[in-house]
């Protein structure tokens, strides 16, 4: 499903739907209790329902820019074996929906991935004859080089083989670069180092003619994570680390300009940040 569009200056963002649910974000983020949630009054109704139920989104956004358009994450993609069942062999638009939007999949320059966790690399790649090949065969991809160096040396993980079937089929067609977390993509968008969800986790700023906004990526995974940043998510590596990182990450942005897309936040997806008594919510 084609989202939302953003303009921040020259750069148009526009928002690519696999999933939005209810339900699902408390194995996420297990301190976030409905009682408590409902507690939080300001994230009703569009990023929790009456009973406190939190809603959630896996999406891909594309940051259409003066000299290059790039897809920040590529969710779960098509065809993939997943032990989650509500991500295993998805059969959905995706592709689609970008032309859609206008952005064919040889359109793309650059694909960022914040980082390489399973619901942000699937559409890295796609089955073609039964062989996993580069989804956007005309792009370059942007792997974060302490986030590749970790995740590869620490195997296929839980979820399934993403590894073999979306992360090393880019590499092995020397589709990629390795990157810093705080490198410069091109003049409008850079990366701010937010580790703690993984060793290597960046989030991307995108500044054009005097605005602002970032993607978060996963350094928070919902907006109930700003009224308290020290919920966890589960699938933090450190955990101390990833609460020093919101912390901090919320002390620059809130009363700032800059408009907040959080990675896995339902419809409508951004807001501005601003501080509620010892706290922050999100203003949208």
């Not at 032990?83 to 359109?107: H, K």
């Not at 969800?197 to 996963?218: F, N």
């Not at 912390?247 to 936040?265: D, N, Q, W």
Request: hydrophobic share 35%; aromatic share 8%.
């Amino acid at each position: 499903m084609v989202g939302e569009v953003w303009q921040i200056g020259d750069v148009k963002i526009t928002r690519i739907v696999e999933i939005e649910a209810t339900g699902g974000m408390s194995r996420i983020i297990p301190d976030a209790k409905r009682e408590l949630v409902r507690e939080i009054e300001w994230l009703y109704p569009h990023f929790s329902d009456e009973e406190g139920r939190m809603r959630g989104a896996i999406h891909a956004l594309i940051v259409d820019t003066p000299d290059r358009n790039i897809v920040v994450d590529t969710c779960i993609g098509n065809d993939k074996e997943r032990a989650v069942p509500a991500w295993n062999n998805l059969q959905t638009s995706f592709l689609s929906d970008f032309a859609e939007a206008g952005y064919p999949r040889e359109s793309i320059d650059n694909v960022m991935c914040t980082h390489l966790h399973v619901d942000h690399v699937g559409w890295n790649t796609m089955l073609v004859d039964g062989k996993w090949v580069p989804t956007f065969e005309n792009a370059r991809y942007l792997y974060g080089e302490t986030e590749f160096e970790h995740w590869r040396g620490e195997g296929e993980g839980d979820y399934g083989p993403l590894l073999a079937d979306s992360i090393m089929p880019v590499f092995d067609a020397g589709l990629v670069d390795l990157v810093q977390q705080d490198q410069q993509i091109c003049p409008e968008i850079r990366l701010v180092p937010t580790p703690g969800h993984t060793p290597g986790h960046a989030s991307v700023m995108i500044e054009s003619k005097g605005e602002s906004a970032l993607i978060t990526g996963d350094f928070l995974h919902h907006p109930c994570q700003f009224a308290h940043p020290e919920w966890s998510s589960s699938p933090d590596v450190d955990r101390p680390q990833a609460i020093a990182t919101r912390r901090a990450m919320y002390e620059k942005l809130a009363g700032s300009p800059t408009l907040v897309i959080g990675t896995h936040f339902a419809t409508p997806t951004a807001g501005h940040l601003v501080k509620d008594g010892d706290t922050y919510r999100l203003d949208v």
